[in-house]
């Protein structure tokens, strides 16, 4: 399974970005797909993650402000980010979880300043 991440970047306090990540390989239906994240310095943090039905959860701190979507016909995962801030600053990774088997993007850097 390889996960591929793209559109992370600089962006305004305020301002908005999308993620997105598609997974290929072979992947079991079921499936678990979410973003992390981590800071300089910080531990590796869930940021959202979806369900392949469709139950999400977020991280207190993003709620609200950020929104995960998927296209299972796609393998893709989305992570709509509004109202960015200089704190959401990180790398952010792309995660599969399935089978008890957790597979990883290589990042993708969210730099939020002004």
């Known amino acids: 399974v390889q996960l591929v991440e793209s559109g992370g970047g600089l962006v305004q306090p305020g301002g908005s970005l999308r993620l997105s990540c598609a997974a290929s390989?072979?992947?079991?239906?079921?499936?678990?797909m979410g973003w992390y994240r981590q800071a300089p310095g910080k531990e590796r943090e869930l940021v959202a993650r979806?369900?392949?039905?469709?139950?999400?959860n977020y991280e207190d701190s993003v709620k609200g402000r950020f929104s995960i979507a998927r296209d299972n016909a796609k393998n893709t995962v989305y992570l709509q980010m509004n109202s960015l801030k200089p704190e959401d600053t990180a790398v952010y990774y792309c995660?599969?979880?399935?089978?008890?088997?957790?597979?990883w993007g290589k990042g993708t850097l969210v730099t939020v300043s002004s």
């Open positions: 995660n599969l979880h399935t089978r008890d088997m957790n597979y």
């Open positions: 390989g072979s992947i079991f239906s079921m499936n678990v």
């Open positions: 979806i369900t392949s039905i469709g139950f999400t």
